[in-house]
């Protein structure tokens, strides 16, 4: 019978039922007596010099308080970057200033110019307008090879040029890499795009800024996925306030897949400013303000060889990758295409060889961070589209070819510095087979050609790395903060709880998962336990919420407190029920001696803890709350193999998904019904990438794709239903939970499934069609048939 409550059980969000009614209490909902209003006056234009602003004609409109240009943040820091990359020269990486506001030089559209503070947001727009700037427009840099090939255009004169590193990965292995591809009995090459995308979340992103002159204590509000980060950045780095007059509260946040996770210039303006004019001051997105402002996600172009001997087994693989940067360094972003990116190019298989190299360029666009996946999609990509290539040019199935060559034996020390420590990729690609129901699908293609269309199949496997750590390790590698996590368990006098912890909900249902655990382990129901998140004044110091790190890192720390709890209340139920602490049994919320019939409940221990009338104060303190702090030893490393199928019209090159399957291994389920509900989420955002949206700039940096009438988003009737599968459980053997990530698999697995099922249907139709960069349009797909 399935599980109605604890660990296992589908228990329905609580969460949700704020969010369906209305009740919900996000960034933009926060109004504060005496706020002001702010507008900012973005760049048109991809590069310039700025020689002038004219404020006087602005500064005289109705309502304006202030008017800010970059002169003013002079003296205060950039935008700090968390992440350092050492190139393989050993050079540290080219590291320019982020400013707030730009001064002197414009360096893509969209970039803040001016900021209007006015009384109302109407104001604010209408001074912007008679503002008055006098740019030199400079030549744009777009197109990344160019921009590292031709030095003559620069976007920071004063950088040496447009590279910001040539990395190398596993630099030692390159000579032998290059040896094992120059004498493989075959190399399959395949040059791709990934392809830049925009992350769109529901909420856009908000900030408010108050500031407290009886205190000298600031307050942002802001849509955040980790408000600790953003105090530090912001408070010890940009704006120079001490941590304790600092308070970052992240309410509801409707979304952010990744790109809340940076710290952004409106948030260190409206907290600046808000002190500056000793008013309120708010800031919220328009959706055309996101397209040019949000960090940008992928854009790569790569280059890939995969080395196999005559038996087909994979003996070496090298890649090449040109990584977007952008104008500026965002928050995480020089470890995406390396740190998150090289180390997962072995994939599920055991590929002996492996050299990796990314060359990261600035260009006039908006900075490219984290988006959902972040690195290991580009990898995956590149990894289960050359395989498939390799299985067409060597006449074999494309499943056998990765069975053949699955990693089988773990822990599994691969030769880009992880360690994969449990998995089970056969049973993943046979739960797979099974679900998909492969051995219809011939019957299912012959029905498609008997009504003029092309039918596919496409598989993919994928392993990520979740829960990034240890925060030892990742500062060798450059990272500048820890990657831990914190929870605080307090324990109420009358049993119920409240659990403060460090990772952020915005969309994975901590509110509703978190408690489950709790519940497990102490066996008390699961309303009687509260989740408190995002105000820095009331949770301990946490990293928030990223890269499928909830419940495997913070989730890790709430149990180790849990388990401080239980000890201390098995102490004092020892006192209660004059025994050994070390006879006591915690079960279904009942305290009670082993092999006797003396208990005592859950509520009666917790009062006790309070009013510790029936023991010694010397040796119980009263109370019952405690804290932990868990760094994990290693990643976790879910992994999984997709199914898709689709139907391409032949003659007009639509693609159409038919059957769209998911067989996942997270370790250890939580709560099953979320889990594929992210799964689900991850899959509609993979498809999306594939088939639809793509982030487009012209020669002059200008964005061709800034709404939502040029960036195609996926809808309900662009998806199939899924059949989503997590029953391959093996477990995480380091933290104690036994779980792995589960939050970006759908958006990892799927790209590549469907790119190779839209050439399998394309083949299979006799159009020799080796690759098409994403996203497929029916476009790309009827020119790719026609000049095949």
């Given amino acids: 019978m399935p599980k109605d409550s604890g660990i296992g059980a589908s228990t329905k969000r609580r969460e949700d039922l704020r969010f369906l009614t209305g009740a919900g209490?996000?960034?933009?909902?926060?109004?504060?007596?005496?706020?002001?209003?702010?507008?900012?006056?973005?760049?048109?234009?991809?590069?310039?010099?700025?020689?002038?602003?004219?404020?006087?004609?602005?500064?005289?409109?109705?309502?304006?308080?202030?008017?800010?240009?970059?002169?003013?943040?002079?003296?205060?820091?950039?935008?700090?970057?968390?992440?350092?990359?050492?190139?393989?020269?050993?050079?540290?990486?080219?590291?320019?200033?982020?400013?707030?506001?730009?001064?002197?030089?414009?360096?893509?559209?969209?970039?803040?110019?001016?900021?209007?503070?006015?009384?109302?947001?109407?104001?604010?727009?209408d001074a912007a307008e008679a503002i008055g700037l006098n740019l030199t427009e400079l030549p744009a840099v777009v197109d990344m090879k160019t921009a590292v090939a031709d030095g003559t255009t620069k976007v920071h004169d004063d950088l040496t040029s447009n590279l910001c590193y040539d990395w190398g990965f596993v630099e030692e292995n390159k000579d032998a890499v290059d040896e094992a591809i120059k004498n493989a009995a075959h190399v399959t090459t395949l040059e791709l795009v990934n392809n830049r995308l925009v992350a769109n979340p529901m909420e856009p992103r908000v900030a408010v800024g108050e500031y407290s002159r009886s205190d000298d204590m600031h307050t942002l509000h802001t849509t955040s996925q980790n408000p600790h980060v953003i105090r530090l950045l912001m408070g010890a780095f940009v704006l120079g306030i001490p941590e304790h007059k600092l308070r970052v509260v992240a309410p509801d946040v409707g979304g952010g897949f990744g790109t809340k996770i940076f710290h952004y210039a409106e948030e260190a303006f409206c907290t600046f400013a808000a002190k500056a004019v000793n008013r309120p001051v708010k800031w919220t997105s328009t959706r055309s303000e996101a397209f040019m402002s949000d960090a940008h996600g992928r854009d790569h172009v790569t280059k890939i060889e995969l080395a196999m001997d005559a038996d087909n087994n994979f003996t070496a693989i090298r890649t090449e990758t040109y990584a977007n940067m952008g104008a500026y360094l965002s928050t995480f972003a020089p470890s995406v295409p390396t740190w998150l990116h090289g180390t997962l190019m072995a994939g599920n298989y055991k590929t002996p060889l492996i050299y990796v190299n990314v060359k990261a360029v600035f260009t006039n666009t908006v900075p490219v961070d984290a988006y959902r996946g972040a690195g290991r999609p580009e990898a995956t990509f590149q990894l289960e589209r050359v395989?498939?290539?390799?299985?067409?040019?060597?006449?074999?199935?494309?499943?056998?070819?990765?069975?053949?060559?699955?990693?089988?034996?773990?822990?599994?020390?691969?030769?880009?510095?992880?360690?994969?420590?449990?998995?089970?990729?056969?049973?993943?690609?046979?739960?797979?087979?099974?679900?998909a129901d492969m051995g219809g699908f011939a019957a299912r293609r012959a029905e498609s050609e008997k009504n003029g269309k092309l039918r596919g199949l496409g598989v993919n496997c994928y392993i990520e790395a979740c829960g990034i750590a240890p925060s030892n390790l990742v500062g060798q590698l450059g990272a500048r903060a820890g990657l831990y996590d914190a929870a605080t368990v307090r324990v109420n006098a009358t049993g119920s709880i409240s659990v403060m912890v460090g990772a952020h909900s915005h969309g994975q249902g901590h509110e509703t998962s978190f408690p489950q655990v709790i519940s497990e382990m102490i066996g008390i129901p699961e309303d009687q336990i509260d989740i408190v998140h995002g105000d820095t004044s009331k949770i301990p110091f946490g990293m928030g919420t990223y890269g499928s790190r909830s419940l495997a890192v913070c989730g890790s720390a709430m149990v180790r407190a849990a388990e401080k709890v239980i000890n201390k209340a098995k102490k004092i139920a020892a006192h209660l029920l004059e025994a050994s602490d070390a006879d006591i049994e915690l079960k279904d919320g009942q305290f009670s001696v082993a092999g006797t019939d003396k208990s005592v409940a859950w509520g009666d221990v917790t009062l006790a803890a309070y009013v510790p009338h029936n023991y010694p104060l010397e040796d119980i303190e009263p109370g019952l709350e405690e804290t932990a702090f868990y760094d994990p030893a290693n990643f976790t490393y879910p992994a999984g193999a997709y199914a898709c199928e689709v139907e391409v019209d032949p003659d007009t090159g639509k693609v159409t998904i038919e059957r769209f399957s998911a067989a996942d291994d997270f370790g250890n389920i939580i709560n099953p019904m979320i889990v594929s509900?992210?799964?689900?989420?991850?899959?509609?955002?993979?498809?999306?990438?594939?088939?639809?949206?793509?982030?487009?700039?012209?020669?002059?940096?200008?964005?061709?794709?800034?709404?939502?009438?040029?960036?195609?988003?996926?809808?309900?009737?662009?998806?199939?239903?899924?059949?989503?599968?997590?029953?391959?459980?093996?477990?995480?053997?380091?933290?104690?939970?036994?779980?792995?990530?589960?939050?970006?698999?759908?958006?990892?697995?799927?790209?590549?499934?469907?790119?190779?099922?839209?050439?399998?249907?394309?083949?299979?139709?006799?159009?020799?069609?080796?690759?098409?960069?994403?996203?497929?349009?029916?476009?790309?797909?009827?020119?790719?048939?026609?000049?095949?």
């Avoid at 999306?688 to 988003?713: I, K, P, R, V």
């Fill in 387 to 435: 395989i498939d290539m390799a299985a067409r040019e060597r006449g074999v199935d494309p499943i056998a070819l990765r069975r053949q060559n699955f990693v089988t034996e773990f822990p599994y020390a691969t030769p880009v510095a992880v360690e994969y420590d449990t998995g089970d990729y056969e049973a993943t690609m046979a739960k797979l087979e099974e679900i």
């Fill in 25 to 125: 209490n996000y960034t933009d909902d926060i109004n504060i007596y005496g706020q002001a209003h702010v507008h900012f006056l973005r760049a048109d234009v991809a590069h310039a010099t700025i020689n002038g602003i004219d404020l006087a004609d602005a500064e005289k409109m109705p309502g304006v308080l202030r008017i800010f240009t970059g002169a003013d943040f002079e003296p205060v820091g950039g935008l700090p970057c968390g992440w350092q990359v050492t190139d393989k020269h050993g050079e540290p990486m080219q590291e320019p200033k982020h400013p707030i506001i730009a001064h002197g030089k414009i360096r893509h559209v969209g970039e803040i110019v001016a900021a209007v503070v006015a009384e109302s947001l109407a104001q604010a727009r």
């Fill in 677 to 788: 509900g992210q799964v689900h989420g991850g899959i509609a955002q993979g498809i999306g990438q594939a088939l639809l949206e793509n982030c487009a700039y012209d020669e002059n940096g200008q964005l061709l794709s800034a709404s939502y009438m040029d960036y195609t988003m996926p809808r309900a009737d662009d998806l199939p239903f899924y059949s989503v599968d997590h029953s391959c459980q093996t477990p995480c053997t380091h933290n104690p939970l036994g779980v792995k990530g589960c939050g970006e698999a759908g958006a990892i697995g799927s790209p590549p499934s469907v790119v190779n099922a839209v050439i399998d249907a394309l083949q299979s139709g006799g159009k020799n069609v080796a690759h098409i960069d994403m996203p497929l349009t029916p476009s790309r797909v009827w020119n790719a048939m026609n000049n095949a």
